[in-house]
DNA sequence: CACGATTTGGTTGTGCACAACCGACTGTTA
DNA sequence: TAACAGTCGGTTGTGCACAACCAAATCGTG
């Protein structure tokens, strides 16, 4: 296995380098499982969730609110890692649903406070057995389940220190 | 951004029994993890593939193109697991942009195929170090690579499978 | 041939996701 | 006090994703 770095290697090279379709090839791969994998839990869950008239990334805030009792805007999009063009409308729906409301905080008029209303809260109970569901459907037990999500972590954070390095070049 | 603040909050060295809580904290953890990751590729890759005047899912589409020289709107649909409302007015973005054409099989009337302009083969040679460039972000060797890989397609089988069988219970 | 079922892609409607921009509020400084 | 920069949600525009529905082409059987 030859080890070369090809660069200068330019206009009018008519077939990329051996080792460069191989790293496509893998790259491509990567994309592919992880993007599937994502819709695939999207699949899943979503006729289970919609018994309960909620979508996946609503079942994530309501989650979130379950755990913490009250949350603002600010603390669900950096936990979710959402935005407020998405969280806004998605928040209007769930309070339109009656699940949660939102208020603005005395303390800074700035901040919207998310809590959930007893419909909210009774909803959790309904939602008590998914877990158990989606993580059996998964075929993974305890200690696989721990590893994948460790890998995806340590994935996630690689790749926020390479977008972090990205932008600060500009 | 990158707060980080509750996830691995409690993720000590024992293992102690696992109770409905702790089922409910792991899946949430799965959901979450699976989900930032997505976002976080995706993140990553809109500004490298902005250059090349592409999104990601039609960085995928060109990458299917690229390798098979031409396909059919189905076999883009079965190897990406999209449907046609999705492809559909994805694929005349891309016929808008230049890099492919689409064009009714003589063979069969019904079916669309799919293949690169001119212009969207030379993209290739634009796109070609993307792959290194996005695999060197994730911080992963060959080998993590290929069990991150194989992780995540078994998971996504196990998954697959899980809904084939809630289907077929209607 | 005619009839009906299937395949294939397209359209519409709803919801998620981000970038870019805006307005209101807050804390600091002059 | 007034001016200012920074924070926090919201709105708008573009694109992805799926469900539900539709039209045309194809295939199968009588």
Partial sequence: MSDRTDEARESGGESPPADSEQLLRLERQ???VLHATSRAFDTLYRPVLAELGLTYPQYLVMLAVWEHGERSVKELGQSLRLDSGTL????KRLEKAGFVRRERSPDD???VVVHPTEEGI???ERAGDIPRRILSATGLDEQQLGELHSALNSVTSALDRAAEEIDRQD
Same sequence: chains 1, 2.
């Avoid at 806004?88 to 928040?91: A, C, F």
């Fill in 122 to 124: 009774a909803l959790r």
């Fill in 30 to 32: 990567l994309c592919f």
């Fill in 109 to 111: 008029e700035r901040s």
């Fill in 88 to 91: 806004s409308p998605l928040l």
